[in-house]
């Protein structure tokens, strides 16, 4: 794999994302060798002009062009993989199954765990900052805790967060969950196709906030630290058979030595 693009492309990233964690984890299953080069909120996109790249992360210089968010380098790489680790079915018709499933994964569960979880998470300053400032050059760790206040309203804004965010989100995840546990009803072990794949790696990083997965590559709170309403929430959800799924699937290919 390395070989069908440049040596160790460089991969603009928030550490915390799950679109970041879900790039990663694909450019890791398929052997694509990468440096990545992580910011605090709102720092990535003057980070991101350098590289042909907007607002969204993560984004992926590969030389000739730059892959504009995580559903692009998945399908990019995908494409480009010896079939014994491609991510979608060869079947036409279970391709376009799974692709639409990852697809809502990718564009309802995604972001409105990222909603909900912020809505949560932004009164919380300190904890947020901390996990905003791993790994990012040292300007922008001195930088944040100063500008808190800036970025959070920044984000809230464009996440259009308001009073009611967390109920109105918590009701969205919860309808994409209930249609995936009938899905998974069957006991299949996969969401699509017969092995691991885009689907469950959408499923497993999307939901990541909300079930605080072991081997998740960014940096997540621990439950304890959470506000008490949160943490009930995410108990809930590690509950649910679909969170139960997303645990499973980061325990066995994700977590360190697992896969």
Do not use: C
Request: hydrophobic residues 45%; aromatic residues 6%.
């Amino acid at each position: 794999m390395p070989a069908l693009s440049p040596d160790h492309p460089l991969m603009i990233t928030v550490p915390v994302s799950p679109y970041v964690e879900l790039a990663r984890w694909t450019l890791d299953r398929l052997g694509v060798a990468y440096v990545e080069e992580p910011h605090a909120p709102v720092f990535n996109t003057l980070a991101a002009k350098r590289h042909r790249g907007g607002t969204v992360v993560p984004i992926l210089d590969i030389g000739d062009r730059t892959l504009a968010d995580a559903r692009a380098i998945v399908e990019f790489y995908e494409q480009r993989a010896p079939e014994e680790l491609r991510l979608y079915p060869a079947d036409a018709a279970a391709r376009a199954d799974a692709k639409g499933v990852f697809d809502e994964l990718y564009d309802v569960l995604g972001v409105a765990v990222r909603a909900w979880a912020y809505a949560y998470q932004l009164p919380q300053r300190r904890s947020t900052t901390r996990a905003w400032v791993q790994r990012v050059p040292l300007l922008e760790r001195l930088i944040v805790p100063l500008a808190y206040p800036l970025i959070a309203r920044r984000l809230a804004r464009g996440l259009k967060l308001h009073a009611g965010s967390i109920p109105e989100q918590r009701a969205i995840i919860d309808a994409t969950l209930a249609r995936l546990a009938e899905r998974i009803a069957d006991g299949r072990r996969h969401l699509a196709g017969d092995r691991l794949g885009a689907a469950d790696l959408a499923l497993a990083t999307m939901l990541a906030p909300a079930v605080l997965p072991p081997g998740y590559r960014g940096p997540l709170p621990a439950l304890h630290e959470l506000p008490e309403a949160m943490r009930r929430d995410v108990e809930e959800i590690r509950a649910h058979p679909v969170g139960r799924f997303a645990l499973r699937v980061f325990a066995e290919e994700r977590a360190p030595g697992a896969g």
